[in-house]
């Protein structure tokens, strides 16, 4: 599987943000996709996942961006996005695509998205 992250850039805090992956290659492997991300001089932390089919489980969310960020998926498209909104400077880092499939995990290039206080 791989994936290909687009979407961050500069934004003031308070503004908003669409991260979107797009996965090729072994699409019916995928169980689940999601976001993490890595701030300077922090490891890196879950931010948000969603389970590519509809087998009722639910997306799931760290605390920290739980009422703020919003995490969907198009199948028909093999992608998935991250609508970030009430963007805090907290929230800067890079932010990597994760896709968890039968064969273990990928991860994407990494897009960075900084918030200006």
């Known amino acids: 599987v791989q994936l290909q992250a687009s979407g961050g850039g500069l934004v003031q805090a308070g503004g908003s943000l669409r991260l979107s992956c797009a996965a090729s290659g072994s699409i019916l492997s995928i169980v689940t996709m999601g976001w993490y991300r890595q701030a300077p001089g922090k490891s890196r932390e879950f931010v948000a996942s969603?389970?590519?089919?509809?087998?009722?489980?639910?997306?799931n969310y760290a605390d920290s961006v739980k009422g703020r960020f919003t995490i969907s998926r198009d199948n028909a498209k093999n992608t998935i996005y991250l609508q970030m909104n009430s963007l805090k400077a907290e929230d800067t880092a890079i932010y990597y695509c994760?896709?968890?499939?039968?064969?273990?995990?990928?991860w994407g290039q990494g897009t960075l998205v900084t918030v200006s206080s």
């Open positions: 994760n896709a968890l499939h039968w064969r273990g995990n990928s």
């Open positions: 969603v389970p590519r089919g509809d087998s009722g489980d639910t997306s």
